[in-house]
């Protein structure tokens, strides 16, 4: 079946302008998550969604960012204002329960760079 | 006392060899610890996963051991393959939350012919 999809596949931007980074899950999966990977690193927590409400934002690094999934499938990941330092692979993953507990499934990721 | 497996950012095998993979994982409190394998440009793969009431769990040519006392997760995969080059991270259940997953520092496995 299909997997997670994100879009766009690569996304160039000036700084100081507004992107969005698109995820649609695999169907039926409950839970969604972003992540943020920067070069020679592990994937970094930023959000969780658990249907349509963000059960944890914790991981956002400032509210520059944001992120809506407002029908419980596809979720938008929103930047503002980017900073040279928001340049990075954007992680899309999703999974059957929430928690953590339950294996998440990665999409191919964005990758942003902000000049 | 018991070693810990140190973490190595790579390691390069041969073609057939087994090869070994080593994470310390950060709280005692996670239960769930899954590897995952990441190519270049892909996002990452689930190999295996184990829970806290398993200290082995074995797969198709991969095996996952867990270490609770010394919090220390590897990933032993048999007969190595070109195809087995990639990044491997670990990852633990548990953040503040409880929701999401923290992944280890990956080791670049190349494997040569």
């Known amino acids: 079946g299909a997997g997670v999809s994100q879009t766009p596949s690569n996304k160039v931007t000036e700084k100081g302008k507004y992107v969005e980074l698109r995820c649609d899950p695999i169907?039926?999966?409950?839970?969604l998550y972003w992540y943020r990977q920067s070069l020679g690193q592990g994937p970094e927590f930023l959000i969780y969604?658990?249907?349509?409400?963000?059960a944890d934002d914790s991981g956002l690094p400032n509210d520059r960012f944001f992120a809506v999934r407002p029908e419980g499938s596809v979720s938008t990941l929103k930047i503002q204002r980017t900073e040279r330092g928001d340049s990075a692979v954007y992680l899309c993953?999703?999974?059957w329960g929430g928690g953590g507990d339950y294996e998440q499934f990665f999409g191919p990721g964005t990758r942003l760079t902000v000049l | 006392g018991e070693s810990v497996g140190l973490h190595l950012p790579t390691l390069s095998v041969q073609e057939g060899d087994n090869s070994i993979i080593n994470c310390a994982y950060s709280?005692?409190?996670?239960?769930?610890f899954i590897w995952y394998k990441q190519e270049s440009g892909k996002g990452p793969q689930f190999i295996i996963d184990?829970?806290?009431?398993?200290d082995k769990r074995q797969g198709q040519r991969v095996t996952v051991l867990l270490n609770k006392t010394v919090k220390h997760l590897s990933l032993q995969i048999a007969a190595t393959q070109p195809g087995d080059s990639a990044v491997y991270f670990c990852?633990?259940?548990?953040?503040?939350?409880?929701?999401?997953?923290?992944f280890g520092k990956g080791t670049t496995l190349s494997v040569s012919s």
């Open positions: 990852a633990e259940n548990f953040n503040q939350a409880g929701t999401a997953l923290i």
């Open positions: 993953a999703s999974s």
């Open positions: 709280n005692s409190a996670s239960d769930y």
């Open positions: 969604f658990q249907g349509t409400g963000a």
């Open positions: 184990i829970r806290s009431n398993m």
């Open positions: 169907s039926g999966h409950t839970a």
